[in-house]
């Protein structure tokens, strides 16, 4: 006998010729799940500087309605310090609006980030170069974490794999901000990768 759940997910379960229970079961990793459901995001900033302390920035809103799990990567061709904050305060109008992609390209859902401005944006980030960053009067209150990077020394961190250390839960109606900051006068490209997840507060519960 051989019983099939019907529901395409190929668990199965019999009873072989010894009158045993057999049960087959195939998984799929967390991260696959979550991609195919849409709930992950990325957004991407490349900028390049030629100063000491001149800043590429990507920051943003939080929902009251998502929990965000969030993974970031920084790219550098020089010596830079990599930050991330919490509680920040910047001056609204002062960046550029960049695009958020749903990692499942055929999936209807948008995220729920939202951009620094009067009236925020909801389903973008914004984007400073070092002339924006400077105007925006970023004011970090909470460093989360820094870390020093260069040609010879780039860090990562991604949304997927060692989730224990790579990953961050963030706090709700919040702002945030990641910041490559140049440390030499040297032509630096600074290249930032966000990846994200967004789990909505209704237990395990998934949007479509």
């Known amino acids: 006998m051989l019983i099939e759940d019907g529901t395409g ?16 079961s195939i998984s799929t990793p967390i991260v696959h799940h ?3 459901e849409g709930e992950l995001f990325t957004c991407h900033y490349e900028n390049t500087v030629t100063n ?13 309605d998502r929990k965000i799990h969030l993974g970031f990567r920084a790219d550098v061709t020089g010596a830079a310090t990599f930050s991330f904050y919490e509680n920040t305060s910047i001056d609204v109008g002062e960046g550029t609006t960049l695009t958020i992609y749903n990692r499942c390209r055929s999936c209807g859902r948008t995220s729920k980030l939202s951009t620094i401005e009067a009236t925020p944006i909801e389903g973008s980030v914004t984007r400073f170069d070092e002339t924006q960053a400077a105007g925006a009067n970023i004011s970090t209150t909470t460093q989360l974490w820094q870390h020093s990077i260069g040609s010879d020394l780039k860090q990562a961190f991604e949304a997927v794999g060692a989730r224990a250390i790579n990953e961050w839960v963030l706090d709700f109606n919040q702002q945030y ?3 490559i900051k140049t440390a030499t006068d040297d032509d630096n490209i600074c290249n930032l990768v966000l990846n994200w997840q967004e789990e909505t507060l209704a237990g395990h519960g998934h949007e479509h």
Do not use: W, Y
């Open 52 to 64: 000491t302390n001149e800043m590429t920035v990507i920051a943003f809103n939080t929902p009251v």
């Open 34 to 36: 979550q991609l195919h």
């Open 177 to 179: 901000a990641v910041i």
């Open 9 to 24: 997910s190929s668990r199965k379960a019999g009873v072989n010729a010894d009158n045993r229970l057999e049960v087959d």
